[in-house]
């Protein structure tokens, strides 16, 4: 049986990989900027998703909610490209698509993990007051 938080991890995850995907093709390939910008553009395009890999892929609750976070950044910056820029709407309409569903995906993981991890806080308390209680009574 799998938890809420399992499966919000899956989408969380594939739209990360896409968001990254999409912006490396956005750069290099489909819409790239002047070759000195070029170098530029990817570090600070990718550099932050790049930093929170191993949290992504691990399922942490934490870098999951860092990520949503972070995914705002992207929304607005697609919805800026989208309004303002001289590039084809499609390519921010889709950065758009990605960067929203991280944002929803990674913070529903995040939310539910931190919800099951408390659950599981207060029974082992619960546990332990209970055997500390029943231990208390015998001596």
Aim: glycine residues 6%; positive net charge.
């Amino acid at each position: 049986m799998t938890t809420t938080a399992e499966r919000w991890r899956w989408p969380a995850l594939l739209a990360w990989i896409g968001l990254f995907a999409w912006l490396l093709a956005w750069i290099l390939w489909l819409a790239p900027p002047p070759a000195p910008l070029r170098a530029p553009a990817l570090i600070i395009a990718l550099g932050p998703l790049v930093w929170f890999r191993r949290g992504m892929i691990a399922g942490d609750a934490r870098t999951h909610a860092a990520v949503a976070v972070l995914a705002c950044l992207y929304v607005a910056h697609a919805a800026f490209e989208w309004v303002v820029a001289d590039v084809p709407r499609w390519l921010s309409g889709v950065a758009l698509l990605l960067a929203t569903a991280l944002l929803v995906a990674a913070a529903c993981h995040a939310r539910a993990r931190g919800r099951a991890e408390r659950r599981s806080t207060v029974r082992s308390k619960a546990a332990a007051d209970g055997a500390s209680a029943g231990s208390a009574g015998r001596s």
